[in-house]
């Protein structure tokens, strides 16, 4: 890459658990250079996230695993480093932040990374507030890490790597749990940080338009752990768009874009577009064009009954008031989105509206019925609820058993379940791992399976905190197509989600939260044109609005500008 020095370099690796036959990747070769943005694409389960384990030098001391082939750090064997000398020049952000803290303070965890890079006491403040600063976190300095927002507590495992000075980052999905906002804010402070620092990133994302601008090379992964392409950002989304999008690969937004209309023979361009700009000058009919991407429309709701109803809903923690004055209904057959910056309060609220955390004061109904005068096993019978952490809701020993439990408690037969669970298993591309215990699996695929054990039961209200985190293309649709179905049958749906291409397509309400009150309660389509509030709420427009205001605003300044 322009001549910098390797810095990385990964020879014939290949990975199994030891009680599986199977490799989760076979034969992966590559470099990295010094300075350089790798991007690592494929489909969820492709083993990105256990790639990245290796190259830290997690795996396989960490598991019960076999590796072979060899990995070089600095042209030095990463197995002929001393213990823990390789953490001090390599840092990572997991996939699920929980499970690198240590301390119960977001200071106490920063003070301990930097106890273990030798770092003198007196210096410590300075370099935390530094860190602190540059994520956001500042005013959490003294809060205890559980009670942080799962997009907070991302936030501070980057900025304990960033504390370290390393000369390599790993990032395993940095912006998943992020607002919009502040997932461009992250990309913006990597970029300068990489060009005042010089570190380099392996980053696995799936949220791509933010990052297209500091990639440098994308290495793609097939589905069965293959790299298919290894190469410059521009070459491999407009030269394999079609290929890369049957393996669940995300596209970037102008890319999938022009694909779509490209199908439909409205896009004269020589190859499919990589920025905006390309899209719009290949597009041959607007009008038709801008149809392709208006929202699924959905019944009135009009004449409906509410099915769960809030009033005047407070809730405090530790004398701290986290909601305040919360009022709404969710009606049968609704698809409500809940949205807001990181910290606002959406899985506070998400828990109090289902039970889960009880209200400090104010009132919630479900079924005419106050929530609290429910039994709690009719309760659950009735509202479902998907955890920001998957593990949380785990309680068998394999994926098969997880699915197999909920309608076991619903009567069906043997023959019946068995019939359910293959179907569900197989349209969310987890048959093959029918018989794995469930925390063995990726962070995508866990979350596809808590997902799945709540779809399994008949609730008349599901709430799902972030149901497509971690998945790639192909399945996140297959999910959301799931929960349309849901609907459909008369189901009631609240999803938590930073996606505003999935509110834009698929809700019918949306409810926005800043600093614990409803900052918006309303249409996606009235929320685009409420500038003040995306502002506040760090809320940014879907692609799909974004690029009709820049056709009508071209065709506009055309018209002006003729004699």
Known sequence: MNGQPELLKVEQLSFRYEDDEAWIFKDVSFSLFEKETLLLLGPSGCGKSTLCYCVEGLYPEAVEGVMEGEIFFQKKKLTDFPPGKINQRMGIVFQDPESQFCMLTVEDELAFVLENHNVPPEEMSARIDEALEKTGLLSCKESLIHVLSGGQKQKLALAGVLLTEPDLV????????????????LVELLKNLQESQGFSMIV???????????????????????IIF?????????????YLNEEGVWLPSP??????????????????????DELIEGVTETFAFLQKFQPVNSDSLVGRKPLLEMEQVTFSYRQKEILRNIDFNVYEGEFVALLGANGSGKSTLSKVMCGIHPPSAGSIFYEEKALGKWKETELWKRIGYVFQNPEHQFITDSVFEELSF????????????SAKVRNTLERLNLLSAADRHPFSLSQGQKRRLSVATMLSDQNGLLILDEPTFGQDARTSRELMDLLVERRKNGGAIVMITHDMELVHKYTDRVVVLSEGRILFNGS????????????????????????QRQIETGAENRVIAQP
């Open 170 to 185: 790993i990032l395993d999905e940095p912006t998943a749990n992020l607002d919009p906002v502040s997932s461009s804010e």
């Open 204 to 226: 696995i994302e799936h949220r791509l338009d933010d990052w297209m601008d500091i990639t440098d090379r994308c290495l793609v992964f097939s589905r069965n752990g293959e």
């Open 230 to 242: 290894n190469g410059n950002p521009r070459e491999c989304f407009t030269e394999h768009a079609s």
């Open 255 to 276: 890319t999938l874009a022009g694909m779509e209309a490209a199908a439909a023979g409205i896009y004269a361009g020589s190859s499919l577009p990589f920025t905006t």
């Open 406 to 417: 909920g309608l076991s408690q619903h009567g069906y037969s043997e023959s019946e379940i």
């Open 524 to 547: 996606p389509s009235l929320l685009w044109e409420q500038d003040e509030i995306l502002l506040q709420a760090r809320l940014k427009l879907p692609f799909a609005v974004k690029l």
